[in-house]
């Protein structure tokens, strides 16, 4: 296991120490490991509020432990190359060659090749049918778009990811063989598992083994879907070092250029009441001097003198700014 004293020689070291406020770690005999990795740097996974909600929601799960993993910067890549030590975790320096599952937040196509070269430092072998551990999968706006990474990954996750991921955990903890397990994904609504269907180059794209098809999961209630209210605060600066509350999902305008318009409808809003909730816990729980009301267009939300309300009693009671994006 690499130590603190090594990582303080590479560039940003604490892109890997772990231990930020609020961060999770769970010790115990007979845990679900799970490596939640992001497919790049850390200052720009941990900008991503998705990758946070999934990080925080697993770890509510008795019997899993979540942690994180990021792709390294070239030094330490280097280093890790160099002396045959495998890509590790921050939580727990657990090398991700050793976790039941490995779960890949996947944004941009740009990722692809960085996800096969972190698999690569990891020391495990890229091709899913040349592995039985860990089982492998990827989620995010990018699995949309499987294909390119059908060979390397165990299942994709399509649409929104808080139920699907939860019910993928439950099965891990009790379907140990492969096989079996990526059975009983398969019917979870919006898990894809390329080896259950063919390719057909006439015609169809694919042939379903089993006649069944794949469609994208929605979580039904926004309003009171999961929301991490204790966020991990990082020890350094990242991209997005603030603090978020999601508004509303989906978008009205369905701009034909705009793939996050499209995946995610249908439009599912949040009260201002439950917004003002999450909006005071977070920041409570944080620190952070600044919120961002997050959405695809937050100027059609649709009750924006209750949200502008709101805005002025955030700034009294914590001197904050805030930030609306996508105006």
């Not at 729980?285 to 997050?294: D, H, K, Q, S, V």
């Amino acid at each position: 296991m690499i130590k603190d004293y090594e990582l303080i020689k590479f560039k940003k070291p604490y892109y890997y120490f772990g231990n930020e406020f609020n961060s999770i770690h769970k010790e115990g005999i007979g845990l679900l490991k799970v490596a939640l990795v992001y497919p790049d740097t850390y200052e720009v996974g941990m900008s991503s509020f998705g990758f946070k909600i999934l990080y925080h929601l697993g770890n509510e799960l008795d019997g899993v432990s979540v942690e994180r993993a990021f792709a390294p910067l070239p030094d330490l890549e280097d280093y890790l190359r160099k002396k045959s030590i495998p890509l590790f975790s921050l939580e727990s320096r657990t090398p991700l060659n050793e976790f039941d599952l490995i779960g890949f937040s996947v944004q941009t196509g740009l990722d692809y090749t960085n996800i096969l070269n972190i698999l690569d430092l990891s020391m495990i072998p890229l091709h899913s049918d040349e592995r039985t551990r860990p089982i492998i999968f990827m989620g995010g706006t990018s699995s949309y778009n499987p294909e390119p990474l059908s060979k390397f990954m165990d299942f994709f996750v399509l649409g929104e990811g808080e139920d699907s991921f939860i019910k993928i955990l439950e099965i891990a903890k009790s379907v140990k063989n492969k096989e079996n397990f990526l059975k009983e994904v398969s019917n979870i609504k919006g898990v894809y598992v390329p080896k259950f269907f063919e390719f057909e180059k006439r015609g169809k794209f694919f042939v379903e083994k089993n006649g069944k098809k794949v469609t994208k999961d929605a979580i039904s209630d926004f309003e009171h879907s999961y929301f991490p209210t204790k966020p991990i605060v990082p020890l350094g600066s990242i991209i997005m070092d603030k603090a978020y509350v999601e508004i509303f999902r989906g978008c009205t305008r369905g701009c034909r250029f705009c793939e996050a318009g499209i995946v995610y409808r249908p439009v599912r809003e949040r009260s201002i009441e439950t917004i003002e909730k999450y909006s005071y816990e977070v920041l409570k729980n944080t620190g952070y001097e600044e919120i961002t009301f997050l959405s695809l267009s937050t100027n059609d939300y649709s009750d924006m003198d209750g949200l502008i309300s709101l805005m002025r009693k955030l700034t009294k009671d914590f001197n904050v700014s805030i930030s609306l994006p996508s105006l």
